[in-house]
T-cell receptor
Framework: GENVEQHPSTLSVQEGDSAVIKCTYS??????FPWYKQELGKGPQLIID?????GEKKDQRIAVTLNKTAKHFSLHITETQPEDSAVYFC?????????????FGKGTHLIIQP | NAGVTQTPKFQVLKTGQSMTLQCAQD?????MSWYRQDPGMGLRLIHY???????DQGEVPNGYNVSRSTTEDFPLRLLSAAPSQTSVYFC????????????FGPGTRLTVT
């Protein structure tokens, strides 16, 4: 099955700086890579995703890059703000359908220092 | 739309007790799933359903049962609770089995003493 590694487990950045979270996956058949943001006491919320036929995707201050050859993908947050403080999870899903669900990384606690 | 709803928000059980965690969605989604979230472990898939009457096991199914009698509801049953089942449980749904985006409920925090 798929295995997703996520680093770092905790990331502290100054407000206004950029933050980068990295994930690697093991199954070359995986073709969908979402990123979820989880605020305290809430369920994960999808913030951006990328499919294996695309190398980069941007949505305002957040972007995701994918390197299929190296089997890694990254989340980039620019101009960080206090409301970006949360736990972020990367995930991967194998091709052929969603029946087996997502395989998640263990999460990164992002702390934005004022 | 309310999206994905879960009840209760919090629950404390004693070892050996049984209970059902409720999950409902009002988006007419075919696919529903249950995950558990433990500190430092991310989210792990317990059971999933690709439609009414069809369920299957995920990564960590032992100690849990599910059923899907309607499209809207997907309850998770703990038959005999154990301390190892202390966790936060999330229900999720997506439009079809091959749809990419999953929507998560707010979670149920379960403590087994």
């Amino acid at each position: 099955g798929e295995n997703v590694e996520q680093h770092p487990s905790t990331l502290s950045v100054q407000e206004g700086d950029s933050a980068v979270i990295k994930c690697t996956y093991s199954d070359s058949a995986s073709n969908y890579f979402p990123w979820y943001k989880q605020e305290l006491g809430k369920g994960p919320q999808l913030i951006i995703d990328i499919r294996s036929n695309v190398g980069e995707k941007k949505d305002q201050r957040i972007a995701v890059t994918l390197n299929k050859t190296a089997k890694h993908f990254s989340l980039h947050i620019t101009e960080t703000q206090p409301e970006d403080s949360a736990v972020y999870f990367c995930a991967a899903r194998e091709g052929g359908g969603g029946a087996d669900g997502l395989t998640f990384g263990k999460g990164t606690h992002l702390i934005i220092q004022p | 739309n309310a999206g994905v709803t879960q009840t209760p928000k919090f629950q404390v059980l004693k070892t050996g007790q049984s209970m059902t965690l409720q999950c409902a969605q009002d988006m007419n989604h075919e696919y529903m799933s249950w995950y558990r979230q433990d500190p430092g472990m991310g989210l792990r898939l317990i059971h999933y359903s690709v439609g009414a009457g069809i369920t299957d096991q995920g990564e960590v199914p032992n100690g849990y049962n599910v059923s899907r009698s309607t499209t809207e509801d997907f309850p998770l049953r703990l038959l005999s609770a154990a301390p190892s089942q202390t966790s936060v449980y999330f229900c999720a749904s997506s439009r079809t089995t091959t749809s990419y985006e999953q929507y998560f409920g707010p979670g149920t925090r379960l403590t087994v003493t």
